[in-house]
């Protein structure tokens, strides 16, 4: 039984201000850890600040975030929501 998401976190965060005036970069020291203990190579870490740069030009030229398509979706009408089995956690959990 699989249950959740893969995900990667690549360790630098975009922070902006509430008003989207101005942001700051966080974990940068992180970043720099994981390229130092092989983690990351440098053509990926070049690769994250490339994303983050691209983030930052899109938020504050007013781009947002969320592709458009998603703000006039609704879930099918005829869907089958589905019920969690019995004691599901404690079977990711293991023995």
């Given at each position: 039984?699989?249950?959740?998401?893969?995900?990667?976190?690549?360790?630098?965060?975009?922070?902006?201000?509430?008003?989207?005036?101005?942001?700051?970069?966080?974990?940068?020291?992180?970043?720099?850890?994981?390229?130092?203990?092989?983690?990351?190579?440098?053509?990926?870490v070049?690769?994250?600040?490339a994303?983050?740069?691209?983030?930052?030009?899109?938020?504050?030229?007013?781009?947002?975030?969320?592709?458009?398509?998603?703000?006039?979706?609704?879930?099918?009408?005829?869907?089958?929501?589905?019920?969690?089995?019995?004691?599901?956690?404690?079977?990711?959990?293991?023995?």
């Open positions: 039984l699989v249950i959740g998401f893969e995900t990667e976190d690549y360790l630098l965060d975009v922070v902006f201000h509430p008003d989207l005036s101005s942001w700051e970069l966080k974990d940068e020291d992180e970043l720099a850890d994981a390229l130092k203990i092989g983690l990351y190579g440098d053509q990926k070049k690769d994250i600040y994303a983050a740069k691209e983030a930052i030009q899109d938020i504050t030229s007013g781009k947002s975030p969320i592709s458009k398509k998603w703000s006039s979706w609704v879930p099918p009408k005829a869907r089958v929501i589905l019920e969690m089995p019995e004691n599901w956690d404690s079977q990711i959990m293991g023995p």
